[in-house]
């Protein structure tokens, strides 16, 4: 059960009831130097244009001071004034939404939270080399958060509950696809009788 107090739960649901369409056009994080450690695009670019927009969007929010507002017009290269670039930043890494311009600022600052703290609590302190060399993991905690880019689930507990049992499913596979081999090797460990070798056929005949 969440132990999240149910006041905050019920604003979360209040933002998101009601939604229809494709409200999160990309999911980006980067480091301070502009490489990128996660990259999720909702609406289809090619792969130059995806690292172009990367690009672009590092340099937008980089050079933002630290006491302004966490929330910009979208680039040139994905949508300008239609979407709206939504950001934490944490440390070493910067988490940004590209969202619809009609969203809510402050909702999707608390989904970035929801996310970031999700991280921080499946991986224990999360920090940037985690989502370098986990980064199936990390997809898949972004899919319990959102999906085709809506948003499905905002409740932290949850979705770590949902991450542990697909951990769970995926070792359990792991180990029965691996039984076959261990079949294998320990038939090959068995100490059999050495078979007879030079059988000649002509100790065979008094018995044709």
Not at 114 to 125: M, R, Y
Not at 135 to 155: A, P, R, S, W
Not at 191 to 200: D, F, S, T, Y
Request: with cysteine.
């Amino acid at each position: 059960m969440s132990t999240e107090p149910e006041a905050v739960q019920a604003v979360r649901n209040l933002w998101w009831c009601g939604l229809s369409g494709r409200m999160i056009k990309a999911i980006l994080v980067f480091n301070n130097h502009g490489k990128p450690r996660l990259s999720r695009f909702y609406q289809h670019f090619s792969e130059d244009m995806q690292q172009q927009i990367i690009r672009e969007t590092f340099q937008l929010v980089s050079r933002r001071d630290e006491n302004v507002c966490n929330f910009l017009e979208g680039g040139s290269l994905i949508g300008g004034s239609d979407y709206k670039l939504i950001y934490r930043h944490y440390a070493t890494l910067y988490f940004l939404f590209c969202v619809d311009s009609s969203e809510s600022e402050l909702g999707i600052l608390d989904l970035i939270q929801v996310f970031v703290e999700t991280l921080d609590k499946c991986f224990e302190n999360v920090c940037e080399l985690d989502l370098i060399f986990h980064m199936d993991k990390v997809h898949c905690i972004l899919q319990e958060v959102v999906m085709g880019g809506m948003v499905l689930e905002t409740n932290m507990n949850e979705i770590v509950s949902q991450v542990e049992a697909q951990t769970k499913l995926e070792k359990a596979e792991a180990g029965f696809s691996a039984a076959p081999a261990r079949a294998v090797s320990a038939v090959k460990n068995i100490n059999l009788p050495e078979i007879p070798r030079n059988i000649k056929v002509s100790n065979l005949s008094p018995f044709v």
